[in-house]
């Protein structure tokens, strides 16, 4: 098994970062038989690089490339002296920073709505730091287009002016989504979606998904991965798929818009519930635990500590709206998804539909419309969507896309 395993479908990418590890890994060699110093870095002729910024479409698998990646460069297997690659998955160098317990790896995620300053200043001075393990100090920022305007020059000094043996690895949807004076100093690797074909077969030979429903999975979600995983495994997932891919045909009157609206954002507001439950109580009695109130007391806290507990409160309730946005998102990506099979049946198009499973509704909705107005369906869609990253109430954006869906 080698760290490149589950990068389905990126056999350009793989190949490009593994020549980059081979030399990351020359340059470490090199300074070691110096005796340490100078330090190793990368130079111009090098396919390794300071800064990389992996983008590509929601499920291509961009941050799996970078942890892979990250992995490659602290892989200490022997074989390298043999003249195998680095990344072999099986050294402790692979494994630890493929579970997230490498020194030398910091993985940054958010759920939350946004990276901010403060964050962002905690991972440049982790950056400075010279690598433990005597390798690379990698950084791998999942969420680089989270960054707040301030937060992004902040980060833009760090990858102007780079640590000896630091490595960024930045992961976005877009270039537009990170600023140009950072993606200007990267090294860009796009990734595209996966084959649904392998996306299916990675799900059955690794997570034992019978093939059926790792193939319709697959279909559905048009090869993104964890969805895919997600719809295969959570009935939740496939019951609140059921109920979007029912609303094209509920849009018939004033009412019927209003009331599907609502029920759409009612699903979303109960995802972020479930996850609160999940994670805020057991995160809060961890929190009182960690400031000297006894667990499960319900006790007074410590003088002082007060604020602590409001500034996890606060960050709770960003999750909860990050939470509800991309459960609605999600919603909102299978409508799409719907229309645009809709749109093929119109135009007789070979293509594979995704949603073979409401093949009924599909046609119905087909033979009723014309291409124009699934068309102008898709853009309602669309301009939700737009809306919602504008921060506009989720119910009132959703009312609007609802009515337009009916008018057409």
Same mark, same amino acid.
């Given at each position: ?10 056999d350009?990418? %793989? =190949?490009?970062?593994? !020549? #980059? @590890? ?7 060699? $090199?300074?070691?038989? &110096?005796? *340490?110093?100078p ?12 800064a ?12 799996t %490339? =970078?942890?892979?990646? !990250? #992995? @490659?460069?602290q ?5 390298? $002296?043999?003249?195998? &690659?680095? *990344? ?43 690598? $433990? ?59 595209r979606t ?14 034992g ?23 295969a495994?959570?009935?939740r ?11 094209p ?26 996850v ?115 921060n ?17």
């Open positions: 098994m080698a760290v490149w395993d589950d990068l389905i479908g990126q350009r990418v %793989a =190949a490009q970062l593994t !020549a #980059a @590890a081979r030399d990351a890994d020359a340059l470490v060699t $090199a300074a070691r038989a &110096a005796g *340490g110093a330090a190793a870095e990368p130079g111009a002729a090098s396919r390794m690089t300071h990389w910024l992996f983008t590509g479409p929601p499920g291509s698998g961009r941050d %490339a =970078a942890r892979a990646f !990250a #992995a @490659a460069l892989c200490v297997s022997p074989d390298r $002296a043999l003249g195998g &690659a680095p *990344g072999c998955g099986f050294c402790d160098g692979c494994h630890t920073a493929l579970v997230g317990t490498h020194a030398d790896v910091e993985v940054v995620r958010t759920d939350l709505l946004t990276i901010g300053v403060k964050e962002t200043r905690d991972l440049v001075r982790r950056a400075q730091l010279s690598p $433990a393990g005597g390798r690379w100090q990698v950084i791998v920022l999942e969420d680089a287009d989270r960054l707040t305007e301030g937060a992004g020059n902040v980060l833009l000094k760090a990858v102007e002016e780079p640590a000896p043996r630091t490595v960024w690895l930045l992961c976005a949807p877009s270039l537009e989504d990170v600023l140009p004076t950072i993606r200007s100093r990267c090294r860009l690797l796009t990734l996966p084959p649904v074909d392998a996306v299916a077969d990675i799900l059955v030979r690794r997570d998904i019978e093939p059926e429903r790792a193939a319709s999975a697959a279909r559905a979600t048009q090869g993104h991965i964890d969805r895919a995983r997600r719809l495994t959570d009935e997932a496939r019951a609140r798929r059921a109920a979007v891919l029912k609303l045909l509920r849009v018939d009157d004033v009412g019927g818009c209003l009331k599907a609206a609502q029920e759409l954002v009612d699903a979303a507001v109960e995802d972020a519930k479930q609160a439950e999940e994670v805020d109580a057991k995160e809060t009695e961890e929190l009182r635990a960690a400031l000297g109130a006894a667990a499960g007391t319900g006790g007074r806290l410590p003088r002082g500590t007060a604020g602590a507990m409001k500034e996890l409160q606060d960050r709770q309730k960003r999750r909860a709206t990050r939470t509800q946005r991309d459960s609605l998102d999600q919603s909102l990506t299978d409508l799409t998804g719907f229309y645009r099979d809709v749109l093929a049946l119109q135009l007789g198009s070979q293509v594979a539909l995704a949603n073979t499973d409401v093949r009924d509704a599909l046609e119905r909705v087909a033979s009723g419309s014309k291409p124009e107005r699934t068309l102008r369906r898709i853009e309602a869609v669309s301009a939700c969507r737009e809306a919602l990253d504008r506009v109430a989720p119910l009132l954006a959703v009312e609007a896309m609802t009515m337009a869906l009916r008018a057409g």
